[in-house]
């Protein structure tokens, strides 16, 4: 739940923020492969983002000590998400994408330090 809620309110707002939809639509590379807003896949992504949590959850299970109980344990889940994440080094280096770090970048960036640190900050409560 709170992949699917810092997904969306991100994605929300920088939407209204940026114009994402015309960017992609006027980038050679970019209208090339990405789907246009109206798209009925875009329009379910609200709705995916609540499997997309479950999975994200279940890849974290097993390094939840880790992740909840060490110093920083919310820097070290931002970190490994955002490497491995959407805009990695390798799909800068070997993608034809155009790169401007205002589309996206900040989004991300925002959204997964915010999912890491309410993960981290949610704790379970311990039973009597």
């Keep these: 739940m709170i992949h699917t ?12 923020l940026s114009d994402y939809f015309s960017f992609f639509a006027t980038d050679p590379v970019f209208s090339a ?7 009925l896949s875009v329009r379910l992504a609200p709705l995916v983002q609540i499997i997309r949590g479950a999975l994200l959850g279940l890849a974290i299970f097993p390094f939840r000590s880790v992740i909840r109980e060490g110093k920083y344990g919310w820097l070290k889940l931002f970190w490994l998400l955002y490497i491995l994440g959407p805009g990695s080094i ?39």
């Design 5 to 16: 809620g810092t997904y969306l309110f991100f994605g929300i707002l920088f939407i209204l």
């Design 90 to 128: 390798e799909g800068f280096l070997y993608t034809k994408f155009s790169y401007n770090p205002l589309v996206g970048v900040p989004e991300i960036t925002l959204q997964m330090l915010a999912f890491s640190w309410l993960f981290c900050r949610n704790k379970p409560k311990a039973s009597a």
């Design 33 to 39: 492969i990405m789907k246009p807003a109206d798209a």
